[in-house]
C-alpha cells in the first residue's frame, strides 16, 4: 500500500514560501518537487489570527501538520505498518515447503533415464511418475520396495512395507526395514500433512465435425471452456464377473471447484480450462477408532470425520487409516490391521498399498486416453511444525496433436494464530491513516483544481496507491471470511469428506499481489522525501523529469520496433521454439535477450542454416548499439540540463545547500562538540598560582563588571579627545585627516570599535 507520503499535505506554490519548521533545502528544489502548503493554511495565513479558540486550534494543527518534520513522521509510521503487515502474510519458512515439493515431486527421478515431472512425453510416464515419484514422495520418501506395486490386492502380494525406517541393506536399504510405528507417522504427517487428500482429475474432448481439416475417424479438437465431454466412459480388464462401473461426469458446483475454470500454468499454452470432469481421490488420516474395512457408495460407509484426528479436534491418534475412490462414487475406507491385526504396529503398509492400487487401477480401466485434454492431481499440504499452508496443482496438458505440457500452480499461505489475529489489526491503522491522507488530497484538489493538482505524478501516484490499498483492504475481509465459514455443500464435501479451499487459497494470492504493489509504490515514495531532506538526492526524479516527454516518444519507437523483430522471429523460428511460440513469448524474449539472456545455439540448432542466427544478432545490433545508446544519451542530456539548474540556483541564492539535512546536521554536531570542548577545559584547566618576588607586586583581580567599566570610560575620555580635534580642524586652513584605524579594544565587554583620527602637521 502506500500511505499519503509527506507531501500528500502540500500544495505546490508558484515562489518560494519559508516556514518556521522548514529548512531553505527544503523550501526550493532545482528541477524537483517545490516545497507545498495545505490549501485550508494558506486561507488562514491571508487573514489575521481569529478569536474564536477552536479556529486557533484548527490554525495550529494545520501549522503543525504542514511541517516536513511531522509529515515524515507519519510516513515512517506507514512504513513501519505496513513491513508488519507484511510479515503477517509472509514468512520465510514457506520457500522450505516449496523445495520440499520440489525435491521430491518435481524434480526427483522416475526411470533409469532420468526423467522428471517436466520431462514426461506420454500416458505411460504419467503412471511411472505416479508409482515412483509421487506416492512414495508422500508417504515415506522410500520405495517402491519390489515390482508388485499397484497389482490387484497388493498389500498382500507386496508382502513388504515401504513406509519403513532405512536401516535396512539393498537397494536403499529397503530390505529387511524397520517399519514405521504410529509415532512415527504422525511426525512425518506433521512436517509434510497431506492427510486433506489428493484429487485426480481428467477433463475430456468430445467428438466434433471439423470441417476445415480432414481426419480418418472422428475429430477430437483442443478443448474449449466448457465444452468437455460428459459421456461416462471405462474398460473392463476383467475376464470374469460383473464389470467395473464408468467413470461418471462431475459438474464443478459438485466438486466445489472454481466455476470460472482454471489457467494452465504451460507457458506454451496459458490456455482455460473447466474445474468439472471426472475424478479419483485418496484421504489418508489418522483415528481415534478402528475402522473395519467398507467399500461402496459414500452413504453405506462409516463418515471418518466423526472419528479422524486433526490439528484443532484434541482426538488422540490410535490408528492410521485411509479413505479413497477410483470413480469418486464408490468409496472403500479401512485402517492398517497391523501383524497382529487389531490395528497397532507393527503395520503392514495396507494403507500405501491401497494408494497404490487405485492408481493402478486408472492404469488398467484406461482413465487416460487420446481424448483426454487435461490431467490434473491437486495436493493440499501444510507443514504444521512451521504453520504453512501450500497448494499445488500438478497439471498434465494433452492436445490434440498429442504433445504432453506439463506444469504446476502454487499457492502458499500462513497458518500462525497470532499472525493471522494481527492482521486485520494493521491493516484497519493502515485503513485510517489512508483516509486521513485521501481528505488532506481532496482539500488540495479543491483549493487548487485538478488541472494544476494532476500535473504532478507524486499526486497521481498517491491516488494509484489509495485504491489499491482499498482493494487490499476488501480482499482481506473476504479472505478472514473464508477462513471463518468454509462451504461444505458440494456433493465432494458434504458426502465424500473432500474439501478444496480453493477460493481461500486465491483470495489470499490476490491479497498478496495486491499488497505487493502497494509496498513497491510506498517505498518508491522514499525518493520524494529524499530530495525535499537532501536536493542532491533527487538527482534520478529530476533527471527523469526533465526527460519525460523525449522518453515517451522514444519509448513508442522503441516498441514498434520490439513488434517488428518479434514478429520475423515468431514466424521465423516460433514453431520449433517454445520461447517464440507466440506474439507475447516472443516480445518477452526479446527483452530478455536485451539483458543478455538469449541462447544462440537454440536458435542454430532449429535452423537449416544462418538466417535465424543472423536476424537476432541484427536485433541485437538495433537494440543493444542504437536504441540503448538513444536511451543513454537522453538521460546524459536530461542531466546536463538538471546540473545547469542547480549552478544558476546556486548563483541566484549564495546560501542554496544541496545537501539539505546533512550540512544541518554535520553543523550542529560541530557546534556541540565545540561547546563539549569548551566546558571540558574550563573544568579540568587548573587556576594560575599567584607569583611573589623580593620586590612587592600588587595582584590586580579584575572582575567581569570591572573591565566594563574600564572600557566606558575610556569610550568617554575618546569621545572627548574627539571633540576637541574637532575644533582644532576649524580653526586650521590646511589639515587632513591621516588614517582612520580601527581600535578595539582587547576584551570581550566591547563591542563598538572606536576610531582614532591623528592629525599630521603640513609640511
Known sequence: MTMSTAMATIKLTAKKRTHPDTSEEENAHPGGTQHKTLASRQVLDANPKPANPILRAVNTILDMVNTTTFQTLIYLVFVIIFKFLTDCVRIPQEFYLDKHVMDRLVENHFDASHNTFESVRRIADIYEWGNNVLWPGLFADMGPCNELVGELNSAAAKTCNDDAWPDGSGSFHQEGATPFGLQELLERMDQFDWSEGVLIRQARANAEHCAETNQLGLCYPELQLDSGSTEPFGYNYQSSGSPPPPWQHFTAKELGANVHGQRSAAIPSMREYETSGFIALAIPFFSDTFLPFQQGPPTTLIDYRNHYVNTTNGRTARFYCVRLSVDGRNLKQLCDPGVDGNGTAPYTGAVRASVEEMWNELKRRHFLSARTRLLTVTLQLKSNNVGVRYRITLMFEMTSLGAILPSYDVETRVLDSSLEN??????????????????????????????????????????????????????????????????????????????DDWELMASYRTMKTLLSLCVCIQLFKILKFAAILVPKMGLATSVLRKCAMDLLFFGVVFVISMLSFSTMLYIQIGPVMEAYWGQIP???????ALFGDFDIQEIMNNSSGYLNALLMLGYLFVAVFIMLSMFLAILAEAQVAVREDENALRDQEGGYNEYGILTIAASMARGAYASAVTFCRCRISPQPEPSTSSQQEVTTHTTGNEVLDEVRSLRQELADLRTQMGLLLAQAHETKPIEARAVTPPTSGATDAVHVWEQEPNP
Open 422 to 499: 494481527m492482521m486485520p489489526i494493521y491493516a484497519n491503522i493502515a485503513f485510517a491513516l489512508v483516509l486521513f491522507f485521501a481528505l488532506l488530497e481532496v482539500i488540495e484538489v479543491v483549493t487548487g483544481g485538478p488541472a494544476e493538482y494532476l500535473t504532478n505524478v507524486w499526486n497521481v501516484m498517491d491516488w494509484t496507491n489509495y485504491l489499491i490499498y482499498f482493494l487490499v483492504w476488501g480482499q482481506l475481509q473476504h479472505v478472514l471470511r473464508k477462513i471463518e465459514h468454509r462451504d461444505c455443500s458440494s456433493y465432494l464435501c458434504e458426502q465424500v469428506g473432500y474439501f
Open 586 to 592: 516472443a516480445v518477452i524474449s526479446l527483452f530478455r
